[in-house]
């Protein structure tokens, strides 16, 4: 189960999301803007963020950048009502994992968000043999000293 962060200024697109991704077995926290949505993902453990592009205040595109200098690895799916071959651009070279049109397309969100979870699983099983190939490489020199060791000792 992923906590998922929706950010939307429509209530209800946010409750046709979050219905649909609590169907799915996730968590869903809210928001309403960029600047809630920016203290929701500073307060909690957020696995996934879907958030729209055009919204009061401050864009989706400016909320990506500050999330991404809070985390690099922030995985963010960006939905808009108005997509365009440039906005889709932009947000992508900001670090988007994709970027959906609205109204989204339920099938294609649940593969994106599929996709994008699964990645998280990867990156943590990668770490942790990562973590286990140095703690082996750390050991290996200790096991030969003590195998000389052993050696020495029993030809005294």
């Known amino acids: ?11 209800g697109y946010r409750t046709i999301l979050r219905s649909f991704i609590e169907e ?13 949505g920016l203290r929701v ?12 592009l055009m919204m009061p205040n401050k864009s989706g595109l400016e909320l990506l ?10 995985l963010f799916i960006m939905v ?10 932009a947000a992508m070279r900001a ?5 959906l049109p609205k109204p989204v397309d339920m099938i294609q969100l649940a593969a994106v968000m599929n996709r994008a979870l699964s990645t998280i699983e990867m990156k943590a099983r990668l770490s942790t043999l990562r973590g286990v190939n140095v703690a082996l490489l750390v050991s290996i020199p200790f096991w030969i000293l003590m195998g000389i060791a052993v050696r020495i000792l029993l030809h005294r």
């Open 24 to 36: 799915r077995g996730h968590s869903v926290r809210e928001a309403e803007d960029a600047d809630q």
């Open 41 to 52: 993902f500073s307060a909690e453990k957020i696995d996934l963020v879907i958030s729209d």
């Open 95 to 99: 670090g988007a994992y994709d970027f």
């Open 1 to 11: 189960m992923a906590n998922i962060l929706v950010i939307d200024d429509d209530a």
């Open 65 to 74: 950048q500050e999330l991404k200098r809070l985390q690099s690895k922030v």
């Open 80 to 89: 808009t009502g108005f997509p365009t071959a440039d906005m889709a651009t």
